[in-house]
């Protein structure tokens, strides 16, 4: 069997025989037509984009021409996915947009001619859904990457409530229990793919020295580690010849002998795992040598699972795990600026800046953000606007969920999100926290409307009424309007 026959176009065959791959490599055989033809995919691999080169291959098959994709990542992940997607890409025409925040996304995305496949965070993608300048129901594809790195899934529900119904999900996960949730909700009926050794309970293998690092830094710290373990003999392997010119370049100064390989490591001294392996692959290199694996944060849990005993290998001056919590926090930083109006803080810090260096300010408003909490003066709570409760005469025992409910408040009735409340679903019926002064708005337009097929009765809600909303686990108060005060966040 050659590429074409894989649903793969001539360019991304062409690119994938470069970096080594076969046309009879099991994932790669079914893998890449299922995602090229459109299908619902689960992939279980290990966590690094080259493990998904496969799957990667038959999305950019058929993305272009009209059909754009969206693939999700964590935060910290983004630049890997985007380098890998950018190098199956090359000479196939599909436009590959990185997005670590709104502004720059937003603008390319309502361009007359956006791109192909957008890769961003699920907390970027919700706030482009939000802004309406991610149209889900105009995707083709939607690729959900290591979601168990994910900090928070659920944001994703109104994103996933607009999607197309035969738009093609994608999962790419490492642990089939943790994600197994995710995939019932989002990816029914989808073909699942493992790779070997993955597809049942895992055979550990050991010892491993596991060396903390991102994923940045991991070209640039192997001459570091030659340079510590000061092997007699050195292999490096790699999942595929991705980045083995970059390698070599690395290592070019150091007196060591190297080989680089992508299948069977030979015999040797040290052997560094550049990409986290399969379980059997990681078998065979700890019986050819001392295996050292490079490990950034979103593959700890992975190692976890695949290796054993395990033991931490700190490079000297590295500040590997410092480097990880500074990119994030300039990654939620770079958010802000995007995302948020900074008027009423440019205002506080307006008489500092004439005194100080705006630098120090902002580094002493750093330090009061990410170090411990400082005493300060609590101003009074602003009052929030009143809430009620609005009644809805359907619940878990005709199917519902908070879901549904939500998606025809924010679609249907043109709710905006941030005026949804409180959701309580009961075995009859759900009540819904909403603004006092649309309540009576609400619950009119919300009777007559069908959710699982069943036209629903809604009212404001009195706590009195015959179907129990008011049941005495909330005390008898679902029916007061009552002003909520506002948490306040201690942050800067």
Do not use: C
Not at 129 to 134: E, I, N, P, T
Not at 309 to 335: M, T, W, Y
Not at 458 to 466: F, I, L, T, Y
């Amino acid at each position: 069997m050659d590429f074409e026959g894989l649903h793969l176009s001539p360019a991304i065959g062409a690119t994938l025989a470069r970096l080594g791959w076969a046309a009879d490599d099991p994932v790669l055989r079914d893998a890449a037509p299922t995602a090229a033809r459109g299908h619902n995919l689960v992939a279980i691999l290990p966590p690094v984009p080259a493990a998904a080169t496969p799957v990667l291959a038959g999305l950019l098959s058929r993305l272009g021409g009209g059909k754009t994709g969206v693939l999700l990542a964590a935060e910290g992940d983004l630049d890997e996915w985007a380098g890998r997607l950018h190098l199956l890409a090359e000479g196939t025409g599909v436009r590959v947009l990185l997005a670590h925040g709104v502004g720059r996304a937003a603008r390319r995305l309502r361009a007359d001619r956006p791109p192909d496949l957008l890769v961003t965070s699920p907390a970027t993608a919700a706030a482009l859904h939000g802004r309406s300048a991610l149209r889900p129901e105009a995707l083709a594809s939607l690729v959900l990457a290591w979601p168990e790195a994910w900090e928070d899934e659920e944001g994703l529900a109104p994103l996933m409530q607009d999607l197309p119904k035969d738009a093609q999900r994608i999962v790419l996960a490492h642990d089939t229990e943790r994600v197994a949730p995710l995939v019932e909700r989002y990816a029914r009926r989808a073909l699942v793919v493992h790779a070997p050794g993955l597809e049942g309970p895992i055979q550990q293998a050991g010892p491993v020295r596991i060396v903390g690092i991102p994923w940045s830094r991991r070209v640039p710290a192997l001459a570091e580690l030659v340079e510590l373990l000061d092997p007699a003999s050195l292999a490096i392997w790699t999942l595929d010849r991705g980045l083995e010119p970059a390698i070599r370049q690395a290592l070019s100064a150091s007196e060591a002998s190297v080989q680089v390989t992508t299948g069977d490591a030979p015999r040797a001294q040290t052997i560094i795992a550049f990409d986290p392996p399969t379980p059997p692959r990681l078998q065979q290199l700890a019986t050819a040598g001392e295996v050292v694996a490079l490990a950034p944060p979103s593959t700890e849990a992975y190692f976890r699972r695949i290796a054993a005993p395990r033991h931490p290998l700190r490079l000297a001056g590295a500040l590997d795990a410092a480097a990880s919590a500074a990119e994030r926090r300039r990654a939620a930083i770079v958010r802000v600026l995007e995302e948020r109006s900074l008027d009423r803080a440019l205002l506080t810090i307006a008489p500092l800046i004439e005194r100080y260096d705006a630098a120090s300010v902002a580094a002493a408003l750093f330090e009061l953000w990410a170090g411990a909490p400082v005493p300060v003066a609590e101003a009074p709570a602003p009052t929030a606007s009143a809430t009620a409760k609005v009644f809805v005469g359907i619940g878990k025992k005709d199917g519902a969920t908070v879901n549904d409910l939500v998606a025809v408040l924010t679609k249907d009735i043109r709710v905006n999100r941030t005026e949804i409340g409180r959701v309580e679903l009961r075995d009859a019926f759900m009540l819904v926290e909403v603004p006092a002064e649309k309540a009576d708005r609400i619950a009119a337009a919300l009777s007559g409307t069908t959710i699982r097929r069943k036209r629903v009765v809604a009212r404001v809600d009195s706590g009195r009424g015959k179907s129990g909303p008011s049941d005495g686990r909330s005390g008898g108060t679902a029916g007061r309007r009552t002003a909520r005060p506002a948490t306040r966040d201690p942050r800067p």
